[in-house]
């Protein structure tokens, strides 16, 4: 297996109020050097939706969405061997410092996880600070557990 760091820097708009979390860039968002960037990854079509507004297609486009609604991205992984993009491939996990992070960033006050990986490890690394968390179903095209429209009413609910 290969060891990987992460590629690239948080996104943190001025005044974030709410942090995104995911575990690990998947290969396409390597290439593409921002997050979500699988062409089939629903995320910023799930955000658009939620904020009724047009799917953003660029990265600009992306980021701009992101800022308008104060919301941060990043992941909780920092560097992990891994063989593919599935979460459960993520070996020998190092995590991001999310507390250190939070303190940085003092107007973020809620931070949502986008799958079970994420929130499992912020759970066990995390759980004692201070801050709303929320769990959002996996924007992943390998989750097929849920439909859109159930994905999206649980990140209205949430964002």
């Not at 992990?80 to 993520?90: I, K, V, W």
Request: charged share 25%.
């Amino acid at each position: 297996m290969t060891r990987f760091s992460h590629p690239f820097a948080a996104f943190v708009p001025d005044g974030a109020e709410v942090l995104i979390l995911g575990s690990f860039p998947s290969i396409k968002s390597f290439e593409d050097n921002f997050y979500y960037a699988h062409p089939q990854n629903q995320f910023f079509k799930l955000l658009a939706a939620v904020y009724d507004e047009k799917a953003p297609k660029s990265i600009e486009e992306k980021s701009n969405l992101l800022q308008k609604h104060k919301i941060a991205l990043w992941d909780m992984v920092e560097s992990c061997e891994r063989e593919n993009s599935l979460d459960s491939n993520l070996k020998n996990i190092k995590v991001n410092d999310i507390e250190s992070f939070l303190r940085k960033y003092p107007t973020i006050k809620k931070v949502c996880f986008t799958g079970k990986t994420s929130q499992k490890l912020y759970d066990k690394n995390f759980s004692h600070l201070d801050i709303a968390t929320y769990y959002l179903p996996s924007p992943s095209p390998a989750y097929r557990a849920m439909k859109f429209e159930e994905k999206l009413a649980e990140y209205k609910a949430v964002l």
